[in-house]
């Protein structure tokens, strides 16, 4: 099966040993495996409850504002509603727990399960690991922890139901007025974009939590040489309670009472009443084949429509999308997520060859959206020296910059349409930035303080970003910049900057 498969290439790790593996040996944890695993479940745990209690009040803000618009023109509308119960689902949130009964409940994620199942092992197999009391406590608060923060997302899907649900009842109290203020809609519409970001917001928690980090690595690989360890997994594992293996299970005892492969295609051929094909029998396992084959194809174009609308599955099917609404798959994302750290530089020469300066500046930028993003930067200007035998790096400037990026439009139309996948465009941004350069060579701090010692720029143009292999480490990808830009200040500055830029540079 592809989840058993799965299973077996998560929880990765970088010093996790077994001695004489066949007999069971003894497994030496690496230092910092525990608080790795800690930190991980810690910092989600903060994040959902943070993240799930600032929602909740969002949407008990919104629905207390729609009521009063529609109050308005109905005063006994609110009374037709069952009173919400938002407050009710933060105190479950912050009180969850891990019992079993909701770990076996909602959506199954391998790596959880491997996590929890090698830490519940690790645990109780005492003398496989450590004989110290103090290790056998940490993986216990360890897993203490990790069914705590599965029992917070079972509650986080509760509100992501009860959202869904409350939906329909304010869509269907609307349904009952004709002549409502534009206000309600709007306020309805924040509603439903809030429970669709929250959504969404959960499925990249589940992600995040389902992935192994580079710490917990290989461990679940080396256990499965361990014959106790998949004992113990083909018992305690939500997936082994979930399917539970019979205890004869590979012996001929288990075969007893089942049904022989010729009976079972008796049976199909007389309930699926498969007509003959030239005087033969048609055959119930390759019809059912095609069939499954068939529902493959829908459900995978089904799939992409939920890709395109942003929903990747996480929505559920009572999930409603606002009219008129693109995602922005950047509002789910952490902070530090959304940060883009890029570097540039660009160079001036005296001569025909040899280049005097070179401007080296390093930049962090916040994505707003898909297409916007806005940043700051510094930069630094080393000279280089007259010529290839006069070779002299010093410093000579420093500079601060503010910039944004818009994603150019795609002005390439057929039949009418804009189209979207044109290769060029789609790689072209429009940039406009402010900045300030101190032009003079820097012999003291003093210099700074001198306000005619520093340029002003205003600069702005075009920008192609494309994607190229990353020089520092084999096979991983970055993203390279080409910026062609225009100064308007560059007569005003003394002695006057050069009035077109251009830039080369990376981002990470």
Same mark, same amino acid.
């Given at each position: ?20 593996s066949l007999s069971g040996g003894v497994v030496t944890l690496p230092p910092g495996y525990i608080s790795a695993v800690d930190k991980k479940i810690n910092g989600l745990d903060h994040r959902l409850t943070r993240q799930s209690e600032k929602y909740v009040?969002? /949407?008990?803000?919104?629905? +207390? ?49 491997? %996590? ?48 869904q649900q409350r939906q329909q009842q304010l869509r269907q109290l609307l349904s009952n007025y004709s002549n409502l203020p534009k206000d309600v809609s709007k306020y309805l519409g924040k509603y439903q974009r809030e429970a669709f970001y929250y959504s ?31 004992? #113990? $997994? ?71 429509? %939920? ?27 952490? #902070? ?33 959206? +898909? ?57 072209? $941004?429009?940039?406009?930035?402010? +900045? ?17 010692? $520093? ?32 100064? /308007? %200040? ?9 009035? #077109?830029? $251009?830039?080369?540079?990376?981002? #990470?």
């Open positions: 099966m592809k989840i058993t498969l799965t299973i077996t290439i998560l929880l990765t790790s970088i010093g996790l040993h077994a001695q004489d009040r969002n /949407f008990a803000r919104l629905e +207390e504002k729609l009521l009063q618009k529609i109050s308005k023109t109905d005063s006994s509308a609110a009374a037709s509603l069952p009173k919400p119960g938002y407050k009710q689902l933060n105190k479950k949130l912050t009180t969850a727990n891990g019992k079993a009964g909701k770990l076996l409940s909602g959506q199954y994620l391998p790596g959880v399960d491997s %996590l929890a199942t090698s830490l519940s092992f690790l645990k109780e197999a005492g003398n496989l690991v450590s004989k110290t009391k103090d290790i056998q406590q940490q993986l216990g608060k360890s897993l203490e922890n990790l069914n705590i923060l599965q029992g917070k997302l079972h509650e986080a899907g509760n509100i992501q139901a009860y959202v969404q917001q959960l499925q990249e928690y589940r992600q995040v939590l389902n992935e192994p980090d580079k710490l917990i690595a290989k461990t679940l690989a080396v256990l499965q040489n361990v014959p106790a360890f998949s004992s #113990f $997994w083909q018992k305690h594992s939500i997936l082994a309670q979930l399917f539970p293996t019979p205890d004869n299970y590979g012996t001929p005892q288990a075969l007893a009472g089942l049904q022989t492969r010729a009976g079972v295609q008796q049976v199909l051929q007389q309930q699926l009443a498969l007509p003959a094909t030239n005087g033969a029998s048609a055959n119930p396992a390759q019809y059912l084949q095609q069939q499954i084959q068939q529902a493959q194809g829908e459900l995978s174009q089904l799939k992409d429509k %939920l890709n395109q609308l942003g929903i990747n599955g996480s929505g559920g099917s009572d999930m409603i999308v606002p009219e008129h609404f693109t995602p922005n798959p950047e509002k789910t994302k952490s #902070f530090l997520k959304r940060i883009q750290l890029g570097s540039n530089f660009s160079t001036q020469r005296s001569g025909q060859y040899f280049p005097t300066r070179v401007d080296i500046a390093v930049t962090a930028a916040y994505r707003l959206s +898909e297409k916007v993003q806005a940043g700051i930067g510094l930069s630094s200007k080393l000279g280089l020296g007259q010529n290839w035998k006069n070779i002299r790096v010093t410093g000579e400037s420093l500079g601060a910059r503010v910039f944004a990026e818009w994603k150019a439009p795609d002005l390439f139309r057929h039949g009418g349409q804009v189209k979207t996948n044109n290769r060029l465009m789609s790689s072209l $941004w429009l940039y406009a930035g402010a +900045e300030l350069n101190h032009h003079r060579t820097i012999e003291s701090l003093a210099e700074f303080k001198n306000y005619t010692n $520093w340029s002003k720029n205003a600069l702005a143009g075009l920008s192609k970003k494309y994607s190229m292999r990353s020089p520092l480490k084999k096979g991983k990808k970055m993203q390279g910049t080409f910026s062609f830009l225009y100064d /308007f %200040l560059h007569r005003r500055n003394i002695p006057a900057t050069p009035a #077109f830029v $251009w830039r080369v540079g990376y981002e #990470f």
